[in-house]
């Protein structure tokens, strides 16, 4: 089976750095995903990790460490707009289906 | 990029009936779909993989019987919720992996809200 681990609620302010952490247990790794989902829309896909190390898309980065089971996403320049809840989800090997975790809820403030 | 939409957006059915909720990929073949279910301020819950020409495969604990899944063709699927009851009300989304082939990365339909009275 899979889990993972997320903080529920995270609130910065505009302009601020965040950091939002995932932990995961799973029994085959196929690599570490982020969504966004602002509220009743659809998740969208943000950035994924499958090897260790820092990917960096604009003012979204993802960081990997395999060996501890975790990784973060990391918002720069926060904007109201990021307010959102934000997902981390690994993928099986097997059915290569996405288990989502329990979601962040982010709140940025003026 | 890859877009899938999802009819009807908003449901309201009476307890007892049935409702069909489907999930198309407007510019890419899809083989795959998967269903997930998503409660107020909850994580989203598999329900299923849909595969186009055979059955679907369901998550344990989610009746088969209740949720028929149909992937008829290469950019339709559909899930009916059969015999619906207050408590099957949620929000309903479907995906699709990329087109690009990268697994890891898969495209979201906007949703339907189901309202089970």
């Known amino acids: 089976g899979q889990s993972l681990e997320q903080p529920s609620e995270v609130t910065a302010v505009e302009g601020a750095i965040v950091q939002i952490n995932c932990t995961y247990q799973?029994?085959?790794?196929?690599?570490l995903s982020w969504y966004q989902q602002h509220d009743g829309g659809a998740p969208t896909f943000l950035s994924y990790?499958?090897?260790?190390g820092l990917e960096e898309t604009g003012r979204f980065s993802s960081f990997l460490s395999r060996s501890d089971s975790y990784g973060y996403l990391l918002l720069q320049e926060l904007q109201m707009k990021d307010s959102a809840s934000y997902f981390c989800?690994?993928?099986?090997?097997?059915?290569?289906?996405?288990?989502f975790g329990s979601g962040t809820r982010l709140q940025v403030q003026p | 990029g890859a877009v899938v939409s999802q009819h009807p957006s908003r449901v309201i059915c009476k307890s007892g009936t049935s409702v069909k909720i489907e999930c198309r990929s407007l510019?890419?073949?899809?083989?795959?779909m998967f269903w997930y279910r998503q409660f107020p301020k909850q994580s989203l819950m598999l329900m299923a993989t849909?595969?186009?020409?055979?059955?679907?495969?369901?998550e344990q604990g989610v009746e088969k019987d209740k949720f028929l899944i149909n992937h008829a063709s290469l950019t339709l699927s559909t899930l009916t919720v059969t015999s619906a009851h207050p408590e099957d009300s949620s929000f309903y989304i479907c995906?699709?992996?990329?087109?690009?082939?990268?697994?890891?990365?898969?495209?979201f339909g906007p949703g339907t809200r189901l309202t089970v009275t």
């Open positions: 799973t029994s085959g790794f196929y690599g």
């Open positions: 510019d890419f073949q899809a083989t795959t």
């Open positions: 990790n499958a090897l260790d």
């Open positions: 849909s595969n186009e020409g055979s059955k679907a495969t369901y």
């Open positions: 989800a690994v993928m099986d090997t097997g059915r290569r289906a996405l288990t």
């Open positions: 995906s699709a992996r990329s087109p690009s082939g990268t697994p890891y990365e898969q495209y």
